[in-house]
């Protein structure tokens, strides 16, 4: 304001960008294949897991069948040293053959506790993976197994996985959203070109 007189001024302004080089949807394209991207890494997220799962099943399995195996062997160890023992004192068997079933008693024992740690330690991993407390103990049933002289064709199994395997879909998207983001790079060093039109009134 000045005097007695109020000056009013304004301006408007629009300035619209003009896409010569396709850049905007190079962009959105980037943006739709990123987003694409994560159903492929859900489902190998979903194999990995299922895959792990049944590696773990059958460790608690195997784990389960080698602490019997050595629980047997140390039965029958302590078997033989009760055997010894008793051999020792008729005077049948030497002192030695005592002190050699003891030892033995005691790798086996020992060899017990290392089937039975590692039972333990796959049981608790399996229940982890599972969602269950890891102290937890659960009860494994072995399923039957498919027949070992299934025939393969390789040349389908081959074409099978390559069209169905997440991780070549997430390549092939790697590949995409790499070309895509040369051309914006390549479009971004490109010219632009703009139209603006702005009125004012004082």
Do not use: C, W
């Not at 079933?101 to 229940?127: E, F, G, M, S």
């Not at 070992?148 to 590949?175: G, H």
């Not at 040369?182 to 139209?195: F, T, Y």
Request: proline share 5%; glycine share 4%.
């Amino acid at each position: 304001s000045s005097g007695q007189h109020n000056n009013y001024a304004g301006r408007v302004s629009v300035t619209q960008y003009i896409d010569l080089f396709g850049l905007i949807p190079a962009a959105l394209d980037v943006e739709n294949i990123t987003r694409d991207f994560y159903q492929p890494d859900l489902t190998r997220v979903q194999n990995e897991t299922a895959l792990s799962s049944k590696d773990f099943f059958f460790n608690v399995l195997l784990d389960q069948e080698d602490a019997n195996v050595a629980q047997e062997q140390v039965n029958y160890a302590a078997e033989n040293v009760r055997t010894s023992q008793a051999q020792f004192k008729a005077g049948t068997a030497a002192q030695f053959d005592v002190l050699t079933a003891q030892v033995t008693l005691a790798n086996d024992q020992q060899a017990l506790q290392t089937a039975l740690n590692k039972l333990n330690i796959d049981r608790a991993n399996l229940n982890n993976l599972i969602g269950v407390d890891p102290n937890t103990e659960i009860t494994l049933k072995a399923p039957p197994l498919p027949p070992l002289n299934q025939p393969v064709d390789l040349k389908k199994s081959t074409a099978t996985a390559l069209s169905q395997r997440p991780e070549l879909r997430e390549a092939a998207n790697n590949i995409t959203i790499a070309k895509k983001l040369i051309k914006l790079a390549g479009a971004s060093l490109q010219p632009s070109l703009g139209i603006g039109a702005g009125a004012s009134y004082t």
